[in-house]
């Protein structure tokens, strides 16, 4: 059982990615599936979450109105739209999922880069 993310690469100022959360062996049907992001020399900071739970969802201030959670069921996915991209955006960007007394899964990263 593990989750692994996809999505990641290069794209200029302004551009749009879209991150994608598999998870493999179990459904996130009872879980809060979280995009955290680390830039070099700064600590893992939340971005966005969403508890399938209920539908609520969380945004960080600084990619509020930019990036969007989504949950595909079909595909036992939890995608991350993120668009009109920023420089300060480039991170490694981590999925992870957890739940009331369930495991706690974190996938293995995935590079976002913002640059001309």
Same mark, same amino acid.
């Given at each position: 059982?593990? +989750? ?8 200029? &100022? ?25 830039? &070099? ?9 969403? !508890? ?19 949950? !595909?069921?079909?595909?036992?996915? +939890? ?9 300060? !955006? ?12 369930? &495991? ?13």
């Amino acid at each position: 059982e593990h +989750v692994v993310e996809s999505g990641g690469g290069l794209v200029q &100022p302004g551009g749009s990615l879209r991150l994608s959360c598999a998870a493999s062996g179990f459904t996130f049907d009872h879980y809060t599936v979280g995009w955290f992001r680390q830039a &070099p020399g700064k600590e893992r900071e939340g971005v966005s979450c969403l !508890d399938n739970s209920n539908g609520n969802t969380y945004y960080a201030d600084s990619v509020k109105g930019r990036f969007t959670i989504s949950r !595909d069921i079909a595909k036992n996915t +939890v995608s991350l739209q993120m668009n009109s991209l920023k420089p300060e !955006d480039t991170a490694v960007y981590y999925c992870n999922a957890r739940g009331w007394r369930l &495991p706690n899964y974190w996938g293995q990263g995935t590079q976002v880069t913002v640059s001309s």
